[in-house]
């Protein structure tokens, strides 16, 4: 699920009307509140945030 998300992520900005953006929006929600119904390890929304502590930190580094 996440090659999913990372995918969604990655093209989302590339979609310049709304109802594209909402329906990317909806499935990242959808496989989200899928995945928190199951209790298997860390779920997509850890692994979400976890991506984007690692992406911040990344950004905060670089030099201006």
């Not at 900005?13 to 959808?30: C, F, K, L, T």
């Not at 995945?35 to 976890?50: F, H, I, K, M």
């Amino acid at each position: 699920m996440l090659d999913v998300f990372e995918l969604l992520i990655q093209t989302y900005p590339r979609y310049a009307d709304s109802a594209s953006r909402e329906a990317v929006q909806a499935v990242v929600m959808n496989l989200t509140q899928c995945d928190e119904r199951n209790e298997r390890g860390r779920g997509v929304a850890e692994q979400v945030l976890g991506r984007l502590a690692n992406e911040v930190s990344r950004i905060a580094k670089c030099p201006k």
